[in-house]
């Protein structure tokens, strides 16, 4: 076994700590402002309860389902984010790790690698956009995703430009010049094994969108592309529509914190939501996902496939947010870590963790099959909920 093997997510973070710079390390655990909603996210999974049996226990629970379309070995998908600098292979070893382990995989158009590859690597990749930029810009964008095969799109609409960060953003270079890099130089020549792995690979750190713009034309850098997006007026739900109309296939509304927003979402089309709140990177304060899903879950369930991401950190997470009313989970973090902490590899090994978290768990409180799990099988402490809306 691979000293960097690691047993929990929480080592695969120290892992990655030791591993990344620290302004790459900063950029994967922060939330923003003061990281109220990024520590209520993982929090509230604490506070919910399990009910073990004992004798009777299944010894091979069944995990696999299906959503968008795909099948999934385990309710798990890996969420869209962008890793620019964690790993030279970037989101196409976290593509390979998750077609490896029969895990769809959402991609970022703010990632680093041409959807076409990330496609090649895992044909169940699900693109994801935002509202950004004008109408002809995004259909191609579409258009795009639609010739390399993607099996869906999502549609991230919870951002709202909340910047600051208490402890401070960490700097991102506009270009790799000498000027930029320099203030990080300290950093980058005490992290040898990271800056070796981009050494062997022959490439720097990419500060390119490439799926920020049409086949064939260039590549905006990471800021030019925010700023297209800064400038884009937000989008009303009738816009939504629009953008449902022009994707066949599945498509998710990602950011839901709302019942009657979900209402909103099926109106205009999407076949799934993500109860979200962008894993505490955005609106700080924002409700904690697990603490509304069974509102949502209540309000829509049956109408549309229900997805939560925020917090997930060990299979029983898993296993509680599919009992409160997820069909399966996004999960961010806990995949950027493994990726920094031992490339693809290390994605599979905390997959791996998920899976036999899912699969303990379920043995643990005596089911058969994760669709059988429900609220019952839950302990909800007092106050866990907030006051229902819309
Ligand atoms: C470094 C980073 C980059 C992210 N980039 C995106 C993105 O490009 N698009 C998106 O929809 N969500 C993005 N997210 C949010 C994730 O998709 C997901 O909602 C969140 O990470 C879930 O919470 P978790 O990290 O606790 O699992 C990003 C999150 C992180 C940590």
Known sequence: ???????TVAQARQQAKK????????????GTEAGVSLRDNVSA?????????????????KMAVTVMGQRCAMPVIVSPTGVQAVHPQGEVALAQAANSRGTPIGLSAFSSKPIEEVVAAN???????????????????????????????IVTLDWSFSHGRDWGSPHIPQSLTAKEVLPHSFEIVTKLPWCWSWLRAGALPRLQVPNFAA?????????????TWLNTPPPTWDDVRWLRSQWEGPFMVKG???ADEARHAIAAGATAISVSNHGGNNLDSAVAPIRVLPEIADAVGGEVEILLDGGVRRGSDVVKACAL??????????????????????????LD????????????IGKENIAQVGVQDVVVPPGFYPPPCG
């Open 325 to 350: 009313g997820a069909d399966a989970v996004l999960i961010g973090r806990a995949l950027l870590w493994g990726l920094a902490a031992n490339g693809a590899v290390g994605v599979e090994n905390v």
């Open 1 to 7: 076994m691979s000293n960097k093997w690691f047993e």
């Open 256 to 258: 839901i914190s709302r």
């Open 353 to 364: 963790i998920f899976h036999t978290g899912i699969k303990a768990t379920l043995r643990g």
């Open 215 to 227: 086949a064939g034309e260039p590549e905006p850098r990471f800021f030019e592309a925010y700023g």
């Open 45 to 61: 999974f604490e506070e919910l309860g399990l009910r073990p049996i004992t004798a009777g226990q299944i010894a091979e629970p």
């Open 19 to 30: 591993r990344l710079p620290k302004s790459v390390y900063a950029a994967l655990i922060g």
């Open 123 to 153: 044909p169940q990749t699900f693109f994801q956009v935002y509202w950004a930029g004008d109408r002809d810009f995004m259909l191609k964008c579409l258009e795009r995703a639609a010739n390399a095969g993607a099996a869906g799109l």
